[in-house]
C-alpha cells in the first residue's frame, strides 16, 4: 500500500501543479498553431452554472488553457499515430509526406446553395457578360485510388456544379495540377508550381501569357495550418513567388484598408497565416492594374483563398482584375463599388469551399 502511494503521490502532486498553473497563469487568447481562437474560463454567475453551460464552457477552456499544451498535444498525437497506430490526428491524415483533412461524400445541399449564390450574383450584376467556371481540386484528388483513406467523388461535384451552372463554361485545371503542386503541411498549392495552371485558364480566358517567371524564395521555415492542426511533427518548407518586369510593376489596391501596394504582401510573411503573402490574403475586394496591357482588357475574379496564389499570374493579360471574395462581403454591397459593364467574369472555388459553402454570401 505504501509503495502504490509512494508511486502515485509525485503524479499526483505532478497534476495539482498543472491544474493551478492552468487557473492562475494569464489565459491565452490565439492558438498560433492551429490558427484559432482558444476558449477562456467562463465567469461564474447563477445563471450559466444552473443550466450546466458553465461546466461545459469550463472544460473546454480547461483543454484550451492547459499548461505546455502543444508540447502535449504533440505528444498525444505521435502516440497515437506512431504507438497506438491511430490513421489520423484530429481529422488529418499524412499520406507519402503529405498532410491532407479527411473529405466527406459530396454535400448536394452545399453545392446547390453555392450555385443559387453564384446565379444570384449573374443574375443582379452581370447578366450579359461571358462567364468562366474553373474548380480548383483540393490535393486528396491527387491521392492514389487505392488509399485507404476516405475521399469524395470529385468528379461527380465537377459535373455537378457544372450542371448548376449552365451559363458559366468549364475550365479544367486538373490536367495542369499534380500533387506536388501542394503544400505538405498546407491546404493550399504552391505558387511556384502554378505556371501551366495558369497558362491553361488563360488559354480559357483567351488572353496571353508569356510564362516567364523567376522563382524567388521568400519564407524558408513555412508550416502549414495542417502542421499545426494535426499536431504531428512536420519538416518546414521553403514558399517561393513568381515574378518577371511585368508582374513587379502591377499595382493592388486594397479597398479595405484604401492601401495601394504590389502583388505581394511582405507583412503577411510575418503573419499568423503566412500565406497571406499573396495580395494579402482574406480581402473582400482587390483591384489590380497592370500598365502594360491593353486598356480594354479587364476580368472580374470571384474567388476564395485559392485564387490568391494564381490570380496575380493572371495580371499579365488584363489592364484591370477586380477581385472579389464574397465570404467577407455581402453582395448586395458590390453596387457602386464594382463597374459591372460586360467584362468577362471567372469563378474560381475549390472543391473545399464549394463543399462547404455556407460561408459564401
Known sequence: MKKRVFWALPVILLWLALCLFAWCKPQTDISEAERRRLDRFPTLTLSPLQSGRYMEDFDAAATDQFPLREPFRRLRAVFACK?????????????????????????????????DRLTTLRETYFPDSRV????????????????????????????????????????????????????????????????????????????TLSG????????????????????????????????????????????????TGGLWDWEGLAARDPYDFYLSGAVSLLTIENPAAPAESELVVFRDSFGSSLIPLLAEGYRTITVVDTRYIHPDLLTGLVDFHGQNVLFLYSTTLLNQSSALR
Open 83 to 115: 504507438v497506438l497506430g491511430r490513421l489520423d490526428s484530429h481529422e488529418i491524415y499524412s499520406y507519402d509526406g503529405y498532410l491532407e483533412k479527411l473529405t466527406g461524400p459530396v454535400a448536394e445541399g452545399s453545392l446547390a446553395y453555392a450555385a
Open 212 to 259: 516567364n517567371y523567376e522563382a524567388e524564395p521568400v519564407k524558408t521555415d513555412f508550416r502549414g495550418v495542417y502542421a499545426g492542426q494535426s499536431a504531428l511533427p512536420t519538416e518546414a518548407e521553403t514558399m517561393y513567388r513568381l515574378t518577371n518586369e511585368v508582374l513587379e510593376n502591377c499595382t493592388v489596391t486594397n479597398h479595405e484598408t484604401g492601401k
Open 132 to 207: 468562366f467556371l474553373a474548380i480548383v481540386p483540393d490535393k486528396g484528388y491527387f491521392l492514389p485510388n487505392d488509399s485507404i483513406y476516405p475521399t469524395m467523388d470529385y468528379d461527380a461535384l465537377f459535373a455537378r456544379m457544372e450542371a448548376l451552372l449552365p451559363f458559366a463554361e468549364p475550365v479544367e485545371l486538373t490536367a495542369a495540377l499534380s500533387l506536388d503542386c501542394y503544400y505538405r503541411t498546407d491546404s493550399h498549392w504552391r505558387q511556384e508550381r502554378l505556371g501551366e495552371a495558369a497558362a491553361a485558364l488563360a488559354d480559357a480566358l483567351g488572353v
